[in-house]
Each structure stands twice: as structure tokens, then as C-alpha cells.
């Protein structure tokens, strides 16, 4: 974000003397004249730009061609301008990278900057920044709380989705053969040569132990993917169309998502409790039995991901959200899957939302 | 056509390369202009003074007719900015800026040959079957994968002629072949989506955060959503809900979702599903819930007699476009429906919509540099928060950026004589609603959203009622409030 550093020319510390030119502008007297944007003026400048169609649209060239003030620069304008595009608003300027004495900063920045406020008392800016400060708080606990609600949420949709699959794939007995997969979009890129990898395929979606037979809507495609079944979270399959033995999609420990912090895992591996850091895309061979991974590991990983610090504070964060859970882990994925090795994720614990798919 | 190629090199090229700064803004406006301007970068060609380059050999040898007049003149221009490139870039990275630069020209080379004066479509076919040879959608950098799918688009406009069949399903509707991904597929690029940049939760919890403060202290709220998807917006909303902490507690949520009678429904399931998913996540985290259908006609026009009201709820207005994995939603339909929604007397409209450049007058390939670039700067987005993960970008840019930038396309292609529908939230304004403070919570909940992800990514607050989140210096969905005129607030 651009946050000019420059001393306010009218930082409320050292008021400069003023001196009131023929063309009505206040110039400062210290040695190097500096333009004082008094009440008046800075409401003519806003007129101006309101003329103009707001402090994006107008440019210091058409504000100063507006506002007809002589001795009044480009250069003045051009500052002027970009403080009030950035601190018309003093409530709504916000630094996220340091917020204790950045907001401090950008308060008295914006005090000094909007010289159609009155200037503050130090007094003042403090409580402001200490409101403010505390309002930034609650947003960010805020935001925590309902990126997991989303998580949670996308969680039950993959979760239907796999039983979905997992009851398709029982109904049909399985692989369907590799081959041209039966996505016809691919015709489109035929162009292009075949697909490198199929689909994600080996998305693990399918939760529990048990698969729930229980029939669902069929999903409107009718390229059925051949290996849904077999869609395994990679977890120590070779792949076979994989030259190198790799798996064609590596989720390596450098991953953004450790940076997401609360967003909701992915697939993002985890370093400790799952073996691999692979995710495997490539359909497993046909005699491979269906090893049902839950889609937990694909949310768990994220909470864990994060660290715990980051982890731990979003789970207090939330203890309503995860009543009976001691560790309040927000992610309901908890216990998806036993078969997973969460070592720090407690196992068995039930949704306290119903969402329990291992007892589907 | 020097419109066409001066708007092409205003592009900003340094999102296609990592190590150019090919634009500069020296104008007299100041650095905060930057995100406004990113159509006016300076490039001094003069100073720069390399040999021409194969690239000027490939567009001649591509010429077999007068119309070279132009590719020549961009042929030289392409020079002067490749040695730009060169200029700047590393040894080895010279080749792959390089690659870009190149590809970004026969595009557009490509896109001036379909609609341009000399309306050449041999032209075309011959620079579409160069382009298929260099590119490709799994490999490459960015650029390259970005230029595969423009091909292919450019590829099915020229074989349906502007109007829509042909074997590409990549023409009329996005929605047509999207049904055709695998819902596996369609899930896991979503997930994927999600987590990799912010632009679907920017989009929901900036409405969700409006639509909270607007609804404080009403016991019951009824939202009626424009294309509800997969419901995903509404799970943090009730949850939210469900914790407040002013007005009255657990106020009673209710939701109509427009369905469509016309299937080409892109989604993981159908609304009824949705439905249920919801009322199954509101019961499971104690939020008062009801879930209702509104149909749509086939033609899409919105009856607002069909839209159940009760006293007292507090009504908002939900409408979400041109999130990356959304339908295509026609401007007509659109339309008839928020001008409905007026007289619905709403407490609030929420809308989130992407932003385009300024179309100024350059006609289809002007238009077509835009969609480049907004791509392009999407494209970027995901690789500079997954550097590492390109299957995964693969698989979203199949599944969602590809169509879209296809069915993009052929929209532009085919209305390319006629006005495009103005943005929905000049449109908005234009009807008569009234703009609606973006609260300091919200902005700040925006930052910290996107503090979450990579540093490139902006947010901008615009006329107080909207937030716009970008990609540097490339603006791409923005998110505003109105409220109903005489709406009792």
C-alpha cells in the first residue's frame, strides 16, 4: 500500500507561521514556503473535485483549471490530491501490517491531511486509535469465525459430493478405463494435445470408513470419471502416469497455504501427521483397491498448517462454534477419518453438528 | 488500427513478466493515480535502439498480402519493445519474456486479422495455427497457458463464425461445457479457487459484512440471491448472525433463490440441493432458517409478485456476478432483475461484479487486449500465491478461467458493433438506487482478507459504496452497496 512517509506539513506539533498572500493563500513563513490548506481552500479543492466526479476522476491539472486559484500549483494539487484520495476518509484508513503504530501513523496522517478537520488533540487521536485498534480486533476475530463457517460448509458439499461418487462408483463397478475419460471439453483442446494428467481424479473426496449407499442425485455430467472411486489423496501412491514417479501435482511444504492461516485447508499437506506431501492426481491402476481417504485430511490440514499459534488462537476464538470439542478445532473434520494420521487432531470426536459422515 | 495497437502496447506487459518494468508512469499525476492509469504507461521507444528481431521475420513471413501494412508497423513496434524487454531482463529469462511479448502480439495480431478492417480470416487461421504450436494449457508459463485458451476462444470464433458451434464447446455458453466437467473435477478446482485467492470470500464477506450491519436490529431478514450457486456466501453470513452481539439475538434468516427454468446450470447440484445443505448447516449451528425458490421464465425476466414478502423483515438484495466460477449471467437478465428488485423496496442491495477497463473506442481489439489483460493479471494472482502448485492453477484455468475467458470473448465478438451493458453499478445508480457506506469493519475485513494471500493484491475503496479488489495495478471484481431510495432505514 503507498503510504507516504513525508512530514505532514501541518503536523500539529510545530505550526509554522502563517502569512496571507494577495491571492488569499496562507504560505507558511520558514524559510521554505509551504502552502496552507485552510478550511476555505481545502472546501473550494473539494468542490472542485465533487465537480469534477470525485478524487479519482479529477486530476490536479483539471482541479487547478476549476478552482482558479492563483498561485495555486500542480504541485500543491498533486499532494494535496493523493492525501485526501487516501485520507478523505480518516475513519477508514487502515494498515494491516503493523497495526498498532500504523494506525497511529495513518490517524495522524489523515487528522493532519483532511484540513477540513479541525485539528485534533492528542487526547483524541489516542482514543481514536485505541477504538479503532480494538474495532480492527474484532474484525479479524470476525473474519476467522467465518472462514471456518465457509470451510465448514464447503466441507459438507464435498462430503455429499463423495458419497455421491463413492454410491456411482459401487452402482457401476468401478474403472471405467482410462483412456479419453469421457470429458468432452477436452475435445476443445484436442488442439492442444492430450492432457498431461487427468483430472483431478485422485481428489480424495470420499469420507468414513463406511460409504453410505444411500443414493444421491447423480451429478449432470455424463463423462464419468473412471477412477472416482479410486480417487485417493495421495498419500502413498506412485502414480502411473507419472515418468519421474512423482506425483504431477506436489504440494510442497512451501505452500501459500501455511500463509493462509485461517483460510481453510485445501490439500495442503501436512508436514507431520500425514506421511506424503503429495497429492496425487493420476489415476491409480486399475487392481488397486479403493483406499477412502476422508476429505477431513483435506480441511485438516489447513488448521494444522497454520501452526499452532495461529491455529490455536483461532480456536479459542470460536468456542461456541465447537461446543463439545476440546480443542475446538473449528474445522468439523475432525474425526473424518481415522484412517489419517492427525496426530494433533484428537480422533473420534463427534460433530457436534451432525455432520458425523464416519457414521454414515 | 493505431488505436487498436497504441491501447495494445498501453498495456501494462510487466504483469506478464517477472523481471520487466516495461511501463512507467511519468505523467504529472501522481503515484496514486497508478491504479487508475494502468492504461497509460509511458514507454520511451526512442531511447531504445536494438536490432530487429526474428519476430519482425515471423510476422512478414506471415504475410502473404497487402496486409502487411500493419503487422509491419506492428512488427516494428514489437521490435522496439522487445528489446525493451531485453533490456531488462536476465539472460536466461530473455527467452521466456521474450516468448511472452510474442505471444501478447500475434494475439493480437490475430484478433485485428478476425474483426480488423482487412477482415482476413486466412490471415487469422494462419497466425491461429503459429500460435497452437507455441502454447499450451497444462505447460509454460502464465502467458503461455493464458494464450493457449485465447487461442482455442479465437480458434472457435473463427470456425463459428462469430456465432457458436462448430466442435469447440467452447462458444455460446460457458455453461454448455462447463456441465460437461466432471462435478469432481468442478469441486476440486472450486476448492482450489477458493484457497487460492480471495476473490470468491472478497465477494461474499463484503456482502455478508454489509448486509450484518444493515440488518442489526431486525428480528427477521429475508435475502433474496440473484444465483446462490452452491449457498457458500450464506454459511459465514449465519454464523455471523448466530454470534451477534447487538440487536436482537438469532434474528430468523430467510432466503429465496432464483432457479432457473432453463437447465445449464453450472454448479456442483441443483438448487433444491443447495437448499437443503443450507437448511441442514443453519440447523446444525442453531440459526433460525427457511429456504424458498423463486423461478425464473425462461427468458429470464423477474417477476416480483413472485417473491414472497412478510411484514416486518428487513429485505435485502443479493447479486453476485462474475465471481471466476459463476455462470454468465446475460445484462438483460440482470437488469430485470434488480429493476424489479426496486420495487421490492429493499434495505439493501448488495452486488459484486468484476470490473472491466475502459472500452473507449477500441472496438473488439481493444476489448480483447482487456480481457488479455484482466486474465493475465488473474493468472498472476494464482502464481504468485502457488508458485509451486501449477497443476493446480491447470485445473482451475481449465475448469473455470478457460471457459470464461472463451465465452468473454465471444460475447465481445459478437456485440462487438454495439455498446456493451454498462457496468451493473452505474447501471445501479442510473435506476435510482442510492449509494451505501462501505463501513470502516468492512474495508478492514477486506484488508485482512486479502492480508491472508499475497501482497499483490489490492483493495480500494471507490465512491464510498464500493471496494474494489485488484491485482496490482490491474482492478478485477469490485463489491458495492445501494440502498432503495425511500427505503425505511
Known amino acids: ?360 | 488500427m493505431a488505436m487498436a495497437i497504441d491501447s495494445a502496447f498501453d498495456v501494462n506487459f510487466s504483469s506478464y513478466s517477472t523481471t520487466t518494468t516495461i511501463t512507467t508512469t511519468t505523467t504529472e499525476d501522481d503515484p496514486a493515480c497508478t491504479w487508475n492509469d494502468w492504461g497509460s504507461p509511458i514507454v520511451d521507444w526512442d531511447s531504445l535502439s536494438r536490432e530487429r528481431d526474428e519476430f519482425q521475420d515471423l510476422i512478414e513471413s506471415m504475410m502473404d498480402d497487402g496486409t502487411g501494412l500493419e503487422l509491419a508497423r506492428v512488427g516494428h513496434e514489437t521490435s522496439n519493445s522487445i528489446s525493451t524487454d531485453t533490456m531488462f531482463a536476465d539472460e536466461e529469462t530473455n527467452g521466456g519474456d521474450f516468448k511472452g511479448l510474442r505471444l501478447v502480439h500475434l494475439l493480437m495480431a490475430a484478433a485485428e486479422a478476425l474483426t480488423g478492417a482487412n477482415k482476413s480470416r486466412e490471415l487469422a487461421r494462419v497466425i491461429l495455427v503459429r500460435l497452437k504450436e507455441l502454447v499450451s494449457p497444462n505447460d509454460g508459463t502464465n502467458m503461455e497457458r493464458l494464450a493457449a485458451y485465447f487461442t482455442d476462444a479465437l480458434q472457435g470464433l473463427l470456425e463459428g463464425s462469430g456465432g457458436g458451434h462448430g466442435k469447440h464447446l467452447i462458444t455460446n455458453g460457458p455453461q454448455h461445457h462447463r456441465d460437461e466437467h466432471h462435478q469432481t473435477d468442478m469441486l476440486a478446482a472450486f476448492q482450489l479457487l477458493q484457497d487460492m485467492s480471495p476473490y470468491v470470500k472478497f465477494g461474499h464477506f463484503t456482502a455478508n459484512q454489509a448486509i450484518l450491519e444493515a440488518v442489526t436490529h431486525d428480528r427477521r431478514i429475508h435475502i433474496v440471491d440473484y444465483d446462490i450457486m452452491e449457498g457458500i456466501q450464506w454459511a459465514s453470513l449465519m454464523q455471523a448472525l448466530v454470534f451477534r452481539k447487538e440487536g436482537p439475538p438469532t434474528p430468523h434468516l430467510r432466503i429465496t433463490a432464483l432457479s432457473r427454468g432453463s437447465s445449464g446450470r453450472r454448479s456442483i447440484g441443483t438448487i433444491q440441493e443447495t437448499g437443503r445443505r443450507l437448511v441442514a448447516f443453519a440447523a446444525s449451528i442453531g440459526q433460525p432458517f427457511s429456504f424458498h425458490q423463486c423461478r425464473l421464465d425462461s427468458d429470464e425476466t423477474f417477476r416480483p409478485s413472485a417473491i414472497k414478502l412478510v411484514r416486518g423483515e428487513a429485505l435485502v438484495i443479493n447479486c453476485m456476478l462474475h465471481l471466476p466460477h459463476f455462470s454468465y449471467r446475460a445484462p438483460d437478465s440482470v437488469a430485470s432483475f434488480l429493476s424489479g428488485a426496486k420495487t421490492l423496496k429493499p434495505r439493501l442491495v448488495t452486488l459484486v461484479e468484476e470490473e472491466v477497463g475502459p472500452i473507449g473506442d477500441g472496438g473488439f481489439v481493444g476489448r480483447f487486449m482487456d480481457l488479455l489483460h484482466h486474465y493475465s493479471a488473474v493468472y498472476d494472482s494464482l502464481e504468485a500465491g502457488f508458485p509451486m502448485q501449477g497443476r493446480a492453477r491447470s485445473l482451475v484455468e481449465r475448469v473455470f478461467l478457460g471457459p470464461r475467458i472463451a465465452g468473454s470473448l465471444a460475447r465481445i465478438y459478437r456485440t462487438r458493433e454495439e455498446e456493451d451493458s454498462c457496468p451493473c453499478s452505474e447501471w445501479l445508480a442510473a435506476v435510482g438506487f442510492k449509494p451505501d457506506n462501505i463501513s470502516f469493519a468492512n474495508h478492514c475485513q477486506a484488508k485482512l482478507l486479502l492480508g491472508l494471500f499475497n501482497d499483490g493484491y489490492r483493495v480500494e475503496e471507490f465512491a464510498n459504496n464500493k471496494l474494489v479488489l485488484g491485482w496490482k495495478s490491474r482492478r478485477l471484481l469490485s463489491a458495492s452497496i445501494w440502498t432503495s431510495p425511500d427505503s425505511d432505514l
Not at chain 1, 18 to 29: E, M, N, R
Not at chain 1, 100 to 120: E, P, T, V, W
Not at chain 1, 161 to 167: K, V
Not at chain 1, 236 to 243: F, K, L, M, Q, V
Request: hydrophobic share 30%.
Open chain 1, 1 to 360: 500500500m503507498f503510504q507516504p512517509k513525508k512530514p505532514s506539513t501541518m503536523n500539529s506539533h510545530d505550526r509554522p507561521m502563517c502569512v496571507q498572500g494577495d491571492s488569499g493563500l496562507v504560505l507558511t513563513t520558514d524559510p521554505k514556503p509551504r502552502l496552507r490548506w485552510t478550511v476555505e481552500l481545502h472546501e473550494r479543492f473539494v468542490d472542485a473535485v465533487t465537480q469534477l466526479g470525485g478524487p479519482d476522476k479529477a486530476t490536479p491539472k483539471t482541479i487547478m483549471r476549476v478552482m482558479g486559484v492563483k498561485g495555486l500549483t500542480l504541485y500543491h494539487l498533486k499532494s494535496h490530491l493523493q492525501k485526501f484520495r487516501l485520507g478523505k476518509q480518516p475513519h477508514k484508513e487502515f494498515n494491516d501490517h503493523s497495526i498498532k503504530d500504523a494506525s497511529a501513523l495513518d490517524l495522524q496522517r489523515n487528522a493532519a491531511s483532511s484540513s477540513g478537520m479541525m485539528a485534533r488533540s492528542m487526547n483524541e487521536m489516542q482514543l481514536e486509535v485505541q477504538r479503532r485498534l480494538h474495532e480492527q480486533l474484532e474484525v479479524q476475530r470476525h473474519l476467522q469465525l467465518r472462514i471456518e463457517a465457509q470451510g465448514k460448509y464447503m466441507k459438507s458439499i464435498l462430503e455429499k459430493a463423495c458419497q455421491t461418487l463413492a454410491s456411482e462408483n459401487m452402482a457401476t463397478g468401478g474403472y471405467k478405463g482410462m483412456g479419453n475419460q469421457g470429458v468432452p471439453d477436452m475435445g476443445a483442446m484436442k488442439d492442444f494435445g492430450p492432457l498431461n494428467f487427468p483430472p483431478f481424479q485422485d481428489l480424495n473426496i470420499c469420507g468414513g470408513d463406511q460409504l453410505d449407499l444411500q443414493h444421491m442425485d447423480r451429478p449432470s455430467v455424463d463423462g464419468f470419471m473412471p477412477n472416482s472411486d479410486n480417487i485417493c489423496y495421495g498419500k502413498r501412491r506412485p502414480s502411473p502416469y507419472s515418468s519421474s514417479g512423482k506425483s504431477p501435482l506436489i504440494w510442497s511444504d512451501e505452500l501459500r497455504l501455511q500463509d493462509l492461516g485461517t483460510a481453510p485447508p485445501c490439500l495442503g499437506p501436512q508436514d507431520d501427521p500425514f506421511k506424503t506431501e503429495q497429492i496425487q492426481i493420476a489415476p491409480p491402476p486399475i487392481d488397486r483397491s479403493t483406499k477412502i481417504e476422508s476429505i477431513s485430511e483435506i480441511y485438516e490440514a489447513k488448521p494444522l498448517l497454520s501452526g499452532d499459534g495461529i491455529g490455536e488462537k483461532k480456536f479459542e476464538a470460536s468456542p461456541k462454534l465447537e461446543r463439545p470439542s476440546p480443542r475446538g478445532a473449528p474445522l468439523q473434520t475432525e474425526r473424518m477419518n481415522p484412517v489419517i494420521n492427525t496426530g494433533s487432531v484428537t480422533q473420534g470426536r463427534n460433530s457436534p453438528f451432525g455432520l458425523s459422515i464416519a457414521n454414515i
